[in-house]
């Protein structure tokens, strides 16, 4: 798990906050299947990352430490990423979950392993009354299996222009965003480096 603060400048913040603002939105509501996923999870809303952005934002990812966990995994045949906008206004949350989305057939062919779970921030302000947190969580060493017996490891504020990843499957959630966010949403880059393995 890694945070790097202060990832974005405040310019490259306004300015994918403009592109969010041009984006096409789709709310929980809208997204049944999604929905059914995540219940009790609010409405907050997912939007498609432009064309003239998402090169942007995938070049300031070009790490070293996500390329070589990337192709640390044997027998690679392709290497994937997807990327959405995310706006969470007060009332909304992502109940616990491990981003297993592993070895789904789709189309004949099993999807892209998540590896790399990435998530940033590009609101303007974050109070920390207004909730929004994520929290990561490792299964205790004694049990096995089930959410009960998880143990939260890491709890990151919803900080302005920085950056979380860590490594999935593994088990996190946001918290609700407090009503005293008022009309402030929590806007979000996030998504998954994957790879493609015969
Ligand atoms: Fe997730």
Redesign the pocket.
């Known amino acids: 798990m890694a945070v790097v603060e202060n990832f974005w400048s405040p310019e490259e913040r306004q300015f994918f906050r403009e592109k969010m603002n041009q984006a096409s939105w789709k709310s929980l509501s809208d997204l049944p299947h999604v929905r059914e996923d995540f219940p009790n999870s609010g409405n907050w809303a997912k939007a498609d990352i432009g064309p003239e952005e998402g090169p942007r934002f995938l070049s300031r990812l070009q790490l070293p430490c996500i390329r070589d966990y990337i192709e640390s995994f044997p027998n690679i045949i392709g290497r994937h990423v997807g990327f959405s906008y995310y706006s969470y206004a007060a009332g909304d949350c992502l109940l616990t979950?491990d981003?297993t989305d592993q070895g789904r057939v789709v189309q004949g062919r099993r999807a892209p392993q998540r590896r790399i779970?990435v998530v940033t921030y590009f609101h303007e302000e974050w109070q920390p009354d207004w909730g929004g947190e994520l929290i990561i969580y490792e299964r205790r060493t004694d049990r096995s299996g089930g959410q009960a017996n998880l143990t939260p490891t890491h709890c990151i504020e919803p900080r302005p222009g920085s950056l979380v990843m860590f490594t999935v499957p593994r088990f996190?959630r946001v918290c609700r965003v407090d009503f005293t966010a008022g009309q402030h949403r929590r806007l979000s880059i996030a998504g998954w480096f994957m790879t493609e393995h015969d």
């Open positions: 979950h981003d779970a996190h």
